[in-house]
């Protein structure tokens, strides 16, 4: 019986030095070549990402270095009434670079280049001097836990790391945030994390931006590429990646001439829905056509009162899809022509949108080095109506001067089940919209047929279209109210019936076909 439970005892510890032995074997690295991170932070909207630019090895020591952004707080002539200057060579939300020495710890630095060292293969219960600040207050971090989680369905070991600012006698920080934490996977790099280039006393430089504010706090992961998983980097085919049926709903005001005799302003509200889709030969491009339906209301100084009127008209749109990504990838672009980069957020609704900055005009001084001249520039806004959004296309803009403003922006959607937003009724056109041909029988049997009836004697075409955007059957040179025969070739499901009156008004609706 006592040898039993000896057994038994030796087992238990063989089995949990093992366990031991391969959480410590895990290699928690935070960064990883040829992958792209995208994180937030708590309670905010606006996506970073970290990217690596190169790596150099130098003896045991390898250094990845980090994409640069714009260096404004070195930037000349800054809040001087002058054109500024700025260069590119600022460093990333998370510092310049990072150098993993051969006990695999991290140096890491802050704006002021001071160093940061991070331990990420540290044991559980091992603590070290992450930060030593000017006051010689120690900023210790510790290892609380290894845990093994799913994180966007990747099951990963999780490496828990708090931090604790002390001073010299083990005094805590009164006012120091004391729930600072960095999380590392060991497949997936950082989890959580803090913008380690923020990390100083906040009197040395007590504004401190690039690009953007970044403020402090917590980022946690989002999504990443190599592996794919959660959000991800936007493009031209996931923004005007749109489906039969979609409902777009915009709002948008503008007025000009304040204060004088010249003033005028111009209120609209306009709906639009997809009603074909078809991709071009060489797969470029992708075209829709839209049903829109439009109330304009129109005023200006000497007729207060507004003239309205409503439209209803079919359009058409190209979209290139061959585009490389639009993704702000942490990087500041040099050129000597003007250059759009882009600041990723998340829309309200949960999907990715990105907004594009007009960024300054190159210009060099008498020692031939560059000099960025910020001519004019728009910040960055986390307007959720502003910008282009995955799957949703053009978001809006607004701009307002001394004497003039001009906004609009996207306020409902509809696309399949997924709805955002509060939806626009415009009475007048919602009614042609609705009424504009009826279908009986619907749902309707495959080999029977179905009844069309539009609202006026014009001459119409049909077309029966499927969930992918593909023209099955169409009939056209058709007047009047027709027997339309649903083929028994096809398969059952959702289609849409479009009907498009030769003068150009677009409708359509869905047909399930059984």
């Known amino acids: 019986m006592?040898?039993?439970?000896?057994?038994?005892?030796?087992?238990?510890?063989?089995?949990?030095?093992?366990?031991?032995?391969?959480?410590?074997?895990?290699?928690?690295?935070?960064?990883?070549?040829?992958?792209?991170?995208?994180?937030?932070?708590?309670?905010?909207?606006?996506?970073?990402?970290?990217?690596?630019?190169s790596v150099t090895v130098e003896d045991t020591d390898t250094t990845y270095h980090l994409y640069k952004t714009w260096d404004y707080q070195n930037a000349t002539g800054y809040g001087s009434g002058e054109d500024e200057c700025v260069l590119p060579n600022g460093p990333s939300w998370i510092g310049p670079k990072a150098i993993k020495k051969s006990d695999d710890r991290y140096?890491?630095?802050?704006?002021?280049?001071?160093?940061?060292?991070?331990?990420?293969?540290?044991?559980?219960g091992t603590s070290w001097?992450?930060?030593?600040?000017?006051?010689?207050?120690?900023?210790?971090?510790?290892?609380?836990?290894?845990?093994?989680?799913?994180?966007?369905?990747?099951?990963?070991?999780?490496?828990?790391?708090?931090?604790?600012?002390?001073?010299?006698?083990?005094?805590?920080?009164?006012?120091?945030?004391?729930d600072l934490e960095v999380i590392i996977s060991d497949s997936l790099g950082f989890v959580t994390l803090f913008p380690f280039r923020n990390l100083f006393d906040q009197h040395s430089k007590p504004?401190?931006?690039?690009?953007?504010?970044?403020?402090?706090?917590?980022?946690?992961?989002?999504?990443?590429?190599?592996?794919?998983?959660?959000?991800?980097a936007i493009s031209n085919v996931s923004i005007y990646n749109f489906e039969i049926g979609d409902e777009?709903?915009?709002?948008?005001?503008?007025?000009?001439?304040?204060?004088?005799?010249?003033?005028?302003?111009?209120?609209?509200?306009?709906i639009?829905?997809?009603?074909?889709?078809?991709?071009?030969?060489?797969?470029?491009?992708?075209?829709?056509?839209?049903?829109?339906?439009?109330?304009?209301?129109?005023?200006?100084?000497?007729?207060?009162?507004?003239?309205?009127?409503?439209?209803?008209?079919?359009?058409?749109s190209q979209y290139r899809i061959a585009d490389t990504l639009y993704y702000f990838p942490e990087q500041a672009y040099v050129s000597e022509a003007e250059h759009r980069h882009y600041a990723q957020y998340t829309h309200s609704s949960g999907r990715i949108r990105i907004i594009p900055e007009l960024q300054p005009h190159i210009e060099l001084e008498e020692d031939n080095s560059p000099c960025w001249r910020i001519i004019w520039a728009v910040k960055h806004s986390s307007y959720q109506s502003h910008g282009y959004g995955e799957g949703l296309g053009y978001l809006g803009q607004q701009f307002e001067s001394d004497y003039s403003s001009s906004s609009s922006g996207l306020v409902y959607y509809k696309k399949g089940d997924e709805v955002w937003g509060n939806p626009l009724n415009i009475t007048s056109a919602q009614s042609i919209r609705s009424n504009s041909f009826t279908i009986f029988p619907n749902p309707v049997k495959r080999g029977n047929t179905i009844s069309i009836e539009p609202i006026n004697n014009r001459a119409y075409t049909i077309r029966l279209v499927n969930y992918l955007g593909?023209?099955?059957?169409?009939?056209?040179?058709?007047?009047?109210?027709?027997?339309?025969?649903?083929?028994?070739?096809i398969q059952g499901g959702l289609y849409i019936l479009q009907f498009r009156e030769n003068e150009g008004a677009y409708y359509s609706k869905k047909l399930i076909v059984q």
């Open 129 to 178: 001097v992450f930060h030593t600040f000017s006051n010689d207050d120690y900023l210790w971090a510790t290892v609380d836990s290894v845990k093994s989680a799913e994180v966007y369905g990747v099951t990963s070991l999780l490496k828990y790391i708090s931090f604790k600012r002390t001073n010299q006698q083990g005094d805590p920080h009164p006012s120091y945030p004391n």
């Open 272 to 316: 639009s829905i997809v009603t074909g889709k078809e991709l071009s030969n060489n797969s470029d491009s992708i075209y829709y056509t839209w049903n829109n339906v439009k109330r304009k209301e129109v005023g200006d100084y000497a007729n207060p009162e507004p003239t309205v009127t409503y439209s209803e008209y079919a359009s058409s």
């Open 248 to 270: 777009f709903h915009y709002s948008s005001s503008s007025s000009e001439a304040w204060g004088t005799e010249y003033y005028s302003y111009e209120n609209t509200k306009q």
């Open 207 to 232: 504004y401190l931006w690039g690009n953007y504010d970044i403020s402090f706090g917590s980022y946690s992961l989002i999504g990443l590429t190599n592996p794919s998983v959660g959000k991800n």
């Open 470 to 489: 593909v023209v099955q059957y169409s009939w056209e040179g058709l007047q009047g109210t027709q027997i339309i025969p649903i083929p028994t070739n």
């Open 107 to 124: 140096l890491l630095f802050n704006y002021l280049n001071d160093t940061l060292t991070l331990w990420p293969n540290a044991e559980v």
């Open 2 to 53: 006592f040898k039993a439970k000896r057994t038994k005892r030796l087992l238990l510890a063989l089995i949990v030095l093992a366990s031991a032995s391969a959480v410590h074997s895990q290699n928690f690295n935070p960064i990883v070549i040829g992958r792209t991170p995208f994180y937030v932070k708590d309670g905010g909207s606006q996506i970073f990402s970290i990217k690596v630019d």
